[in-house]
């Protein structure tokens, strides 16, 4: 039986020539693709540079113009599928792209939701490029809002890749959200010491820092009684709110309150306990109305132990007993 090649081997040379064909088409829409390509990152670098001038348009030039060269991609690769399949309509090519966006939406869903809320940090501005911001355990400066995560720049040197969906959907802190930030801390004084006095030294030890502001004023406040110590608030503000000048001012702060605080003869008591030992062999106890749980007793009205005297007497009358009853055998 003898079987007929002919046919196939006419379709292959047949897409061979169609293939070669097409070559030129194909190497030019790829260079059409391409200068689209550079067009477009051209126009996202110059708008990033002219909006970057200003702090509060530098978010809008980035949407800007990521929009900008997505858009002017997308065109390049119509005209280069047009320049390949010259049959192609415009009508053709937007319902394959609302197709295909069906399909790479179920796909690419958290891609997309994070591009999208990517989108909305950079519109809204909750915080912006060099801010310090504080989302749940991390902490540091945000580096760059891209289009499928945040990276922050830790204190101590570590990058954090952060998804723009929970930045969106999640409470943020940005320290340096305004221009001016208050700092407090608490000071523990003795019960002994004027409370007054203590306020009037802190606050000069306050006032005497490079960098406090004097308004909004410093201030002190008593906040707690506490175990062993009086705790006062002692609460100012700075400027700038960067964390670095936030450590450095706290420092000299603290460090002239405690200094000032001890020359002036007031107490700085650490936490102390009292232990006392309740004595069970006495008579009242398990008498709550008498007993005394280790606390001193006035004069005259020491209990007396638990029936030890007692219990030495009955152990005597038993001896005494005992021999009298051995000699009466005897």
């Not at 126009?43 to 970057?52: F, W």
């Not at 790479?104 to 909305?120: E, M, P, V």
């Amino acid at each position: 039986m003898n079987f007929d090649y002919s046919p196939i081997w006419e379709k292959i040379q047949a897409m061979a020539n169609g293939f070669l064909a097409l070559l030129p088409n194909i190497a030019l829409a790829i260079v059409v693709f391409l200068i689209f390509f550079l067009v477009a990152k051209g126009i996202r670098t110059t708008v990033r540079r002219l909006t970057q001038r200003q702090r509060r348009t530098r978010n809008v030039g980035l949407v800007l113009g990521r929009l900008a060269q997505g858009s002017t991609v997308l065109v390049g690769l119509f005209v280069a599928l047009s320049i390949i399949i010259p049959s192609l309509q415009a009508g053709d090519l937007i319902q394959l792209l609302g197709i295909s966006g069906v399909a790479i939406g179920f796909a690419f869903r958290d891609i997309l939701q994070n591009f999208l809320a990517g989108i909305l940090i950079l519109l809204t501005e909750p915080f912006q490029i060099d801010d310090q911001i504080i989302f749940k355990e991390f902490e540091g400066t945000v580096e760059n809002i891209e289009t499928r995560a945040t990276t922050i720049r830790t204190y101590d040197g570590r990058r954090i890749v952060i998804p723009n969906s929970e930045l969106f959907t999640n409470s943020v802190l940005v320290n340096t959200a305004f221009e001016n930030r208050r700092l407090e801390y608490d000071v523990g004084i003795g019960y002994g010491d004027d409370i007054e006095t203590a306020k009037d030294l802190i606050l000069e030890a306050v006032h005497d820092t490079d960098g406090v502001l004097p308004h909004p004023a410093p201030d002190v406040i008593v906040v707690d009684l506490a175990d062993s110590t009086v705790n006062l608030r002692a609460r100012w503000w700075v400027q700038p709110p960067r964390r670095a000048d936030v450590l450095d001012l706290q420092d000299q702060v603290l460090t002239n309150i405690k200094n000032k605080l001890t020359a002036n003869g007031v107490d700085m008591p650490f936490p102390t306990q009292q232990i006392l030992f309740h004595d069970q062999t006495e008579e009242t106890d398990g008498d709550r109305t008498r007993q005394r749980e280790g606390w001193p007793v006035r004069r005259g009205e020491a209990p007396q132990p638990r029936s030890i005297g007692g219990s030495l007497r009955q152990l005597a009358e038993l001896n005494s007993d005992g021999k009298g009853r051995s000699a009466n055998r005897a």
